[in-house]
């Protein structure tokens, strides 16, 4: 059965794992590194989703963050 696009196996948006990422990164930054394992394992699940998403969903995100620091003028 094909998985709902952008549900990760685990059931977790990659959404919603890229904001408990940042969440996660910014406790490191706060509070110190004894939170860096949990950011560590949540960083990896990331990097993960992104080297197994389809190119399209990969495509996509590139062109977001792009857009986002003004890139597409560049392009046009």
Known sequence: MPRERGILDC???YERLRKATAEAAYI???YGE???PI???LYAE???AESE???RDR???FLDAY????GLKAIR
């Open 39 to 41: 950011f560590d394992r």
């Open 34 to 36: 004894v939170y860096a």
């Open 67 to 70: 857009t986002m620091d003004g």
């Open 28 to 30: 490191v930054e706060q």
């Open 46 to 48: 990331l990097q993960k």
């Open 59 to 61: 495509a996509q995100r």
């Open 53 to 55: 998403a389809a190119p």
């Open 11 to 13: 059931g977790v948006s």
